[in-house]
């Protein structure tokens, strides 16, 4: 038997979710440690993968961008603990906001520079790609300021995840855990 030939459902996937009642804490549990889980895997680009079937056919498989999966669950984690923000963390989460916003603009702005400053024919050339400078936009294919972006954007979402985990440690939301020896 082929390992492709089935697949391993989670039992707690298929469980009755009737009696099952709305626990803030454990959402808020749960998606700090899928950002924790997301966050541990190597940072690096999506790409398309060659994968056969049993029967020798070939089928292109898309390997999500571990970056942007880690970027979509902090933004979970804020949208589940958002409810319990105060001032203190709304002024901080708008301070690595806005400076994202300011790398983003100036990263535009070096882009934009890069690409009136670039030979005609390497522009006919990204053409022929599909590749356009638009004005706003970051590149994702061959210029570099994309990628840098989205590295800043990991790094400021990692300090969102810290100042989260501070927020929840000083509601006294963390429980002790008590071993018996």
């Not at 983003?104 to 934009?112: L, N």
């Not at 790609?129 to 300021?145: A, D, I, N, V």
């Not at 100042?163 to 939301?173: P, V």
Request: aromatic content about 14%.
């Amino acid at each position: 038997m082929n390992d492709d030939d089935f697949e391993v459902l989670e039992l707690k996937d298929y469980t009755n979710t009737k009696d099952e009642i709305y626990s803030h804490s454990s959402l808020v549990m749960s998606a700090l440690k899928k950002a924790r889980e997301n966050r541990s895997q190597e940072m690096r680009d999506g790409y398309y993968n060659i994968k056969f079937d049993k029967f020798g056919n070939a089928h292109k498989v898309y390997i999500p961008d571990s970056r942007q999966v880690f970027i979509e669950s902090v933004e979970s984690l804020i949208m589940i603990q958002g409810r319990d923000f105060d001032s203190e963390i709304n002024g901080k989460l708008n301070r690595i906001r806005n400076k994202l916003k300011k790398k983003y603009e100036d990263y535009c702005k070096k882009e934009k520079e890069t690409w009136e400053d670039m030979d005609h024919e390497i522009k006919k050339n990204y053409y022929q790609q599909g590749t356009y400078f638009m004005e706003g936009m970051l590149s994702e294919r061959f210029l570099p300021f994309y990628k840098m972006y989205v590295r800043d954007k990991v790094d400021a979402y990692t300090k969102i995840v810290s100042l989260i985990q501070k927020l929840i440690k000083r509601m006294g939301d963390y429980k002790e855990e008590f071993t018996e020896a």
